[in-house]
């Protein structure tokens, strides 16, 4: 398939093509351009001076593993039966004919990240999913990193049961213990390795063997925090650790932006569109995103699907946009920016050669963002999911 006679914002340091043309194989960008092609095939598509964008990507969600109008049967988020559950993993929860994924597919979202809840101080590991598919091993870009939470919502679950943890100390040791272990059995299983005849195995141990490639920083730990105080707390236990973390929600991150930048912190926003549903949140102003980014955070923009409804990431972009947040800055927050932070920006979140074909295209002089806006052509993949040009 060939684009041609388009508007292409590439989201990489190639900047804007004014006329530009894009031509798809085998589920890749096989190549672009500027002006026009040497060959129009059959099957190409006129832009007519449309924007051709990558897809937009929500870096935190719960698609999927919350189901649609459902309930319990349907929610698979949380196995709050026990606070510290890195051996969860997202893709076992996730049903990808969950009709929500269609309306992502819609407005021109391709991929997501969904995540473990916060119920637990360790909730289990995070999968990069496209949001094209029928099966979920099919749809896994990758997964990214490992779940944790502090604040509330830990405290709550639990406070109602009266068990461990009922304070934001109590969280803070489970997962400074659980990290503990777990470097330990790294350091039992790399003895056992280097001289077998002295040292024996460590007994397996499930969650031990989850935490394994967040220590040695292949994957990322991401921290649920809302409060000022709680962010300050991922980062001790990041140092602690030698982590590699990301702020999920960062609700009062304007208040320690210039810290968070001093650290080379990446935060994902979100949810803007919402009620503050609880003390934590007490905080919330539509200024975060402009002020971490304005320090020099990268800053990506979520949903927190199902809190606001994923189709609606483009409109939470534009609420930034009313925050102080430029409108190239806030389309660079759901495309570029969350695929850097979720360490899948080799394979999308801009339109380069090799990269999979997740593409959008906008009429001429719209605005991407604009609640009345919709795609007139989504690829995943490669595959045409919505065409209407």
Request: charged share 25%; hydrophobic share 35%.
């Amino acid at each position: 398939m060939l684009i041609y006679n388009a508007e292409i914002h590439t989201m990489d340091s190639r900047g804007v093509i004014e006329n530009g043309w894009l031509e798809v194989e085998d589920g890749k960008i096989k190549a672009l351009g500027e002006g026009s092609p040497e060959a129009v095939p059959g099957d190409s598509i006129d832009a007519r001076r449309g924007l051709l964008l990558p897809g937009f990507i929500d870096a935190h969600t719960h698609l999927g593993i919350i189901e649609d109008g459902l309930d319990f049967e349907g929610d698979d988020c949380n196995e709050s039966t026990d606070p510290f559950t890195p051996q969860m993993r997202a893709i076992d929860g996730i049903n990808p004919f969950d009709r929500c994924f269609e309306e992502a597919c819609m407005r021109g979202i391709t991929a997501a990240a969904s995540s473990p809840g916060s119920a637990n101080a360790c909730g289990g590991e995070i999968a990069a999913i496209k949001t094209y598919g029928r099966r979920i091993d099919d749809m896994l870009i990758r997964n990214c990193g490992i779940k944790f939470a502090l604040g509330e919502n830990p405290k709550n679950v639990y406070n109602g049961r009266e068990e461990t943890p009922v304070t934001r100390m109590a969280i803070t040791a489970l997962i400074r213990e659980g990290l503990y272990k777990a470097r330990r059995y790294v350091h039992d299983m790399d003895s056992y390795y280097s001289d077998s005849e002295n040292y024996d195995p460590p007994e397996y141990d499930i969650k031990c063997e989850a935490l394994m490639p967040l220590l040695d920083r292949k994957i990322k730990a991401f921290f649920h925090c809302h409060r000022a105080d709680d962010i300050c707390t991922a980062m001790r236990i990041s140092k602690e650790f030698n982590l590699d973390p990301v702020i999920i929600h960062g609700t009062e991150g304007y208040k320690i932006a210039d810290i968070l930048a001093e650290e080379n912190i990446p935060v994902i926003c979100g949810p803007l569109m919402c009620d503050r549903c609880k003390p934590e949140m007490r905080g919330l102003e539509l200024k975060n995103a402009s002020v971490l980014h304005g320090s020099g955070v990268k800053t990506a923009i979520c949903t927190d699907h199902t809190v606001t409804p994923i189709q609606y990431l483009p409109l939470s972009a534009q609420a930034a946009v009313k925050g102080g947040l430029s409108l190239d800055d806030a389309i660079m927050t759901i495309t570029a920016y969350p695929a850097e932070i979720l360490g899948i920006s080799d394979t999308t979140g801009s339109l380069a050669e090799g990269k999979d074909a997740d593409i959008q295209l906008y009429a001429k002089g719209c605005n991407p963002l604009d609640l009345m806006s919709e795609p007139q052509l989504v690829l995943i993949d490669g595959n045409v999911c919505r065409r209407e040009i």
